[in-house]
């Protein structure tokens, strides 16, 4: 005959009855002393064979409680539909089993015979009212302690917004990291830091497509950091509409100056934005064949784009869309339109007079860019100086007791967060004096070779081409209209000004008084 064994409160059962254990830790907590899956499971045990109680099962969840549908807790719910005849369940304390009301429920409906060891509680249907009332206390107050965690945990990431610090974890071209201050941070990441800064460089030209964009990026070994796989182009997208890479960022609706270093500029990421606002608004159907000019030019009676299309097999005619009703333009030969092109472009090929004008307009202009950039950085050094003069006073100020530490730590880390913003700044200032003349220079040696360039090219080369030079082509009757993009214009406009009168000619002061701010007698052209 079985003999029976005492239970904590009184509660009795046959000798050997089957048994499982649950334990439960939260990542945070699994490498506190007495928090352990380890300790809980040496715990259990120990229980079980002072009850001499048979263990079938062990069920573990290392993760959050905060939502039902724990992993181990599921599986443990499994075991005991199939297994009806187990009945009793041993846990370290309340809060380990559940802390939301629906696991609560979901239990109770299994009648088991639940061993809380460190509580020194064994709750049953039998138990008495006043122990299921403390349980069901117990049970709230776990529900009440996670939701105020997850509270608490909300405002602390309000708090570092405030601070200026990514809350959360870094996105791609960054890294978490911990500051000297013990802070968790966000610092750019060297591996993808300059190819994020690059991607958005592209495509604010115009130029690319986002698959063609995440093709080249890919390329230059854009991949994600954990599994190393290629980034898809919803990836590059979600990165070029964030704002996070200009040093700022929006939370909870707010957008907060960040401590962490941009990767672009403000003004960069506008344009982006322009570019992908753009795509979505004049949007022109693909294409099967990539022919040259197909969505460049729009139709000068209704407005619509114009399309290629392939005829008898080897030619190309181009034809309104149509989409607006019938419209009255002809088809048009590919050899015409790229003849329309190629006169255009002739007007950029610079004689040496004209070469002569831009070339000084240009380096003197690069010398009053220089002086503007000279005299920012020297006024942004003076500036962080200034606030680290004041940094130098306030920590005397806390050795000698005039004030408080928490409030040198405050005003401090304002202090150096503008430090921070100065030194980008000083950075984007040099940058600018560096590329100022070698961007101008690049521009030149473009319009020179742009003709050439256009006819040994494929269609798709023909067509970026023109989009980097012209914008606002149409076509109307035979005749070709164009707006040249700036500066090139106002190379144009320079050789249409050699076919005037000599005197008539303007002074190289007014013809390219964009690039050039005044004259300085002392310069002579380079080249």
Known sequence: MARKVDRPNGFSSTLRHQAILYARVSS????????????????????????????????????????????????????????????ILLVEKTDRLYRNLKDWVTLDEFDLEIHFVKENVVLSRDSRSSEKF???????MAKNYIDNLSEETRKGMVEKAEQGVWPSFAPLGYLNVIDPNGRKIIEPDPALATIITRMFELYSSGLYSL????????????TFRKS?????????HKILRNRLYTGTFIWGGKIYSGVHAPLVTSDLWERVQTVLDGRHANRHRKMKHDFAFSGLVSCGHCGCSLVGEIKKGKYIYYHCTGYKGKCPEPYTREEVLEEKFADFLRCLVLDDEIMDWVT??????????????DAA?????????????????????????????????????????????????????????Q??????????DLAQRAHGLF?????????????????????????????????????????????????????????FENWLPGQDSNLQPFG
């Open 228 to 236: 190393n796989d290629p980034v898809p182009r919803g990836t590059v």
């Open 377 to 433: 950085i020297t006024r942004l050094q003076a500036e962080y100086s200034r606030f680290q003069s004041r940094i130098d006073a306030m920590y005397l100020d806390k050795l000698d007791g005039r004030i408080e530490g928490g409030f040198f730590d405050r005003k401090s880390s304002e202090w150096r967060r503008e430090q921070d913003q100065l030194l980008y700044s000083i950075e984007e200032h040099q940058k600018a004096n």
């Open 211 to 222: 698959a063609e964009l995440t093709k080249k990026v890919r390329a230059e070994g854009m």
């Open 28 to 87: 945070k907590e699994q490498e506190k002393e007495g928090y352990s899956i380890p300790a809980q499971l040496k715990n259990l045990r120990g229980h079980a064979n002072g009850m001499d109680l048979n263990l079938v099962g062990e069920f573990i969840d290392v993760e959050t409680a905060k939502h039902a549908g724990r992993s181990g807790f599921t599986r443990m719910l499994d075991f005991l539909k199939k297994n009806p005849t187990c009945k």
């Open 360 to 373: 000084v307009a240009l380096r003197q202009s690069h010398c009053d860019a220089k002086q503007f950039h």
């Open 455 to 511: 006819q040994k090219q494929k269609p798709r080369e023909k067509r970026r081409l023109l989009n980097f030079l012209i914008s606002n082509c149409s076509w109307k009757g035979g005749d070709l209209t164009r707006v040249f993009r700036q500066p090139f214009d106002m190379l144009v406009n320079a050789n249409s000004a050699r076919t005037q009168p000599k005197e008539s000619i303007p002074s190289p002061n007014l013809d």
């Open 435 to 444: 590329t100022y003349l070698e961007e101008g220079i690049r521009l030149l």
């Open 134 to 140: 403390m349980h069901g206390i117990k049970v709230l």
